[in-house]
C-alpha cells in the first residue's frame, strides 16, 4: 500500500468546495426537479428535508470519520480500521458502485456538452415540442456522436484526477464551483420575473398532504443517498485528504444544507419556466433535454439561459464525475505500482468501455436487456438502488456497532459540556434508525 505523499486538501474552501462539487450534481439540477414534479412538489420537499437532516448528516458524518481517521482509500480504510475482518468489502463494493456509475454518468455529462455546443451554436431554436423531442432521441441514439463527447468528458476528468488533491480537484472544484453558484443565481433571480413565477413556485413550496404516500418518503430517501454521494466510499476518499483541524460536523452540515439549497434553487428555475410556457413538470428524466429546449426559445435573450443552463448542468456534473473517478483512481494508485496517472488513465480507458455500452443502449443495443432494464438503466438501478444502499447500511452498522467509540469522539471533536451526550445520541442513530430507513428504502426499491 502506497500511503507516502497522499496529498492533502490545501485550505478549508477547498475542502468545502470540492465536497459540495461531489454532492451537487445530475442528482440535483436533472433528477431532484422532476422527483418533485412527480412525487406533488411541496409536500415531497418537506420529506425531502426531514431524509436529509436525520439520514444525510449522520451518513455524510459516519463517512468522514471513516475517511479522517484512516486516511486512507476507500478499501484500505476499512483495513485500518478493522484489520483481519470483512468489512473492507464495504470498500470494494464502493469501488465498484464507484466505476459502474461512471459508465452512465459519463454519457450524461457527455449529453450536457452537446447542448452547451447546440446552444452556443443557437440551434437550440425555432422546433416545436416534439422536434426537440425528435432532436434528443436522435441524438442519444446516434451511433457515435454521444460517444465523442462521452471520450472528451472522461479526458478532462483525467486531466483533472491526474494532477492529485490540491493541484488538480481542489484547484477545479475552486474554479468551477464559484462560477456555478453565479449561473444558479442569475437563473434564480431570472424565474421570479417570469410570468407564472408564483404558479410554479406554490406548486414547488406548497406542501399538498394528499398528495404525500409511503412511495414519496422512500424516494425522498433514496434521492439524499445519490444525492450527497453516499454509500459508496466517496467521502470517506474526500475527507481521507481533510487535514485534522477540519471540523467534521461542521462541513457536514454545510455541505448537507448548500446540496438542499441547490436542489431547491434548480426546482425554483425550472418550475416557473415550466408553467410559464405551458408545459407540464412530470416529465421525468428528459425534462432538461426535451421540454426545457422549448421553455429557454420563449424566454426573452432565450439563447443566452440556454447557454447559462446547459453550462450549470454540465460544472455539476463534471465536479461529481471527478469524485467518482477519484474514488476508483486512489484505490489502484495506493494498491498498484503504477502512477496516479497511469491509475487515472486506465479508469478512464476503462470507463469508455462500459459507457460505450450504456450509451449504444439508447440505439443499437436498446433491445439488448438485462433483469428487464436496457444496460443504462440496469447501471442506474444496479448501483443507486443496490449498491449504494447496501454500502450505506454497512458503512452505519460499521460505524454504529463496531468501531471504537472514542474515534468517533476523536473524529467529532464536540465542545460543548453535554457532548458525551451527542455523541451517544449520534452513536444510536447509527445503530438503529438509519440502518432501519436504509433497509426500508431497499426492500421498497428492489421489490416494492
Ligand atoms: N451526488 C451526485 C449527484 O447528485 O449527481 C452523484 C454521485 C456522485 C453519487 C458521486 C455518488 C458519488 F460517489
Not at 465536497?19 to 439540477?29: C, M, P, Q
Not at 441514439?141 to 479526458?155: N, Q, T
Not at 421570479?192 to 413556485?201: C, R, V, Y
Not at 481533510?242 to 425554483?268: G, T, W
Request: net charge positive.
Amino acid at each position: 500500500m502506497k500511503t507516502e505523499n497522499r496529498g492533502n486538501f490545501a485550505s478549508k474552501i477547498g475542502v468545502l468546495l470540492a465536497t459540495v462539487g461531489t454532492a451537487v450534481g445530475l442528482g440535483n439540477v436533472w433528477r431532484f426537479p422532476y422527483v418533485v414534479g412527480e412525487n406533488g412538489g411541496g409536500a415531497f420537499l418537506l420529506v425531502y428535508v426531514l431524509a436529509l437532516l436525520l439520514l444525510g448528516i449522520p451518513g455524510v458524518i459516519a463517512e468522514f470519520i471513516v475517511g479522517r481517521h484512516s486516511q486512507a482509500n476507500a478499501v484500505d480504510s476499512f483495513k485500518k480500521l478493522a484489520p483481519k475482518t470483512k468489512w473492507h468489502w464495504i470498500g470494494y463494493s464502493g469501488v465498484l458502485a464507484g466505476f459502474l456509475i461512471m459508465g452512465y454518468y459519463a454519457v450524461v455529462v457527455g449529453w450536457t456538452l452537446e447542448y452547451l455546443m447546440q446552444a452556443c451554436m443557437g440551434s437550440l431554436s425555432g422546433l416545436t415540442t416534439e422536434q426537440y423531442g425528435q432532436m434528443f432521441d436522435q441524438f442519444a441514439s446516434h451511433p457515435y456522436l454521444p460517444l465523442i463527447w462521452m471520450v472528451i468528458v472522461m479526458f478532462v476528468s483525467h486531466f483533472v484526477v491526474s494532477k492529485g488533491v490540491s493541484g488538480g480537484i481542489e484547484k477545479a472544484s475552486n474554479i468551477l464551483m464559484p462560477i456555478f453558484f453565479l449561473i444558479l443565481l442569475v437563473m434564480m433571480v431570472n424565474s421570479f420575473f417570469l410570468p407564472a413565477a408564483s404558479e410554479g413556485l406554490t406548486f414547488l413550496f406548497k406542501p399538498d398532504l394528499s398528495k404525500l404516500t409511503p412511495v414519496s418518503v422512500l424516494t425522498a430517501m433514496g434521492q439524499t443517498f445519490f444525492s450527497l454521494s453516499l454509500g459508496m466510499g466517496c467521502l470517506i476518499t474526500y475527507s481521507s485528504y481533510f487535514k485534522k483541524d477540519v471540523k467534521l460536523p461542521k462541513i457536514a452540515a454545510q455541505v448537507v444544507s448548500i446540496d438542499a439549497m441547490v436542489a431547491v434553487i434548480s426546482a425554483v428555475v425550472i418550475f416557473p419556466a415550466v408553467f410559464s410556457f405551458g408545459m407540464q413538470p412530470e416529465q421525468g428524466p428528459s425534462l432538461v433535454f426535451k421540454v426545457l429546449p422549448n421553455v429557454f426559445q420563449q424566454m426573452p435573450v432565450g439563447i443566452l439561459w440556454a447557454i447559462l443552463f446547459y453550462a450549470l448542468l454540465f460544472i455539476a456534473a463534471l465536479t461529481s464525475l471527478i469524485s467518482l473517478h477519484e474514488v476508483v483512481t486512489a484505490y489502484l494508485y495506493e494498491n498498484t505500482s503504477m502512477s496516479r496517472k497511469k491509475s487515472s488513465f486506465l479508469v478512464a480507458a476503462l470507463v469508455c468501455v462500459l459507457g460505450v455500452f450504456a450509451s449504444l443502449s439508447f440505439g443499437k443495443l436498446s433491445s439488448l436487456t438485462i433483469f428487464g432494464k436496457t444496460i443504462f438503466d440496469a447501471l442506474d438501478f444496479f448501483t443507486a438502488s443496490i449498491l449504494l444502499p447496501v454500502g450505506g447500511f454497512f458503512i452505519s452498522i460499521f460505524v454504529g456497532w463496531f468501531l471504537d467509540k472514542r474515534i468517533v469522539a476523536t473524529e467529532l471533536r464536540i465542545k460543548h459540556p453535554k457532548a458525551h451526550l451527542f455523541i451517544k445520541g449520534y452513536i444510536y442513530m447509527m445503530r438503529f434508525f438509519v440502518p432501519a430507513c436504509i433497509f426500508a428504502v431497499f426492500l421498497f426499491t428492489v421489490f416494492g
